[in-house]
């Protein structure tokens, strides 16, 4: 499984549409609302590399209207209390 932590920039009075369309996306596992830099933060749990840069580049970025800027990272490796793969795969 490939995780990927996607930062999200959005038009501020877009933001609960951005939100709604967000977790209707495959592969978007969860959207946190955060202060600082960025707006959100979308959780993203695909099988592939590519799988992610669909999501991302393609759905994300086109399909979504209010998203500004987005920046990825990819988690190298999970650790946490529960089965990951058992909850998300």
Do not use: C, W
Not at 49 to 70: A, F, P
Request: hydrophobic content about 45%; proline content about 1%.
């Amino acid at each position: 499984m490939v995780t990927g932590i996607v930062l999200v920039n959005v038009e501020r009075s877009m933001i609960q549409s951005v939100i709604k369309d967000l977790m209707e996306l495959e592969g978007v596992s969860e959207v946190y609302t955060v202060a600082g830099e960025y707006d959100l933060v979308a959780m993203v749990r695909v099988p592939t590399n590519s799988k992610l840069s669909e999501v991302v580049v393609k759905r994300m970025t086109n399909d979504i209207k209010g998203i500004i800027h987005t920046k990825t990272l990819i988690s190298l490796e999970a650790k946490s209390k529960v089965d990951l793969a058992l909850v998300f795969g």
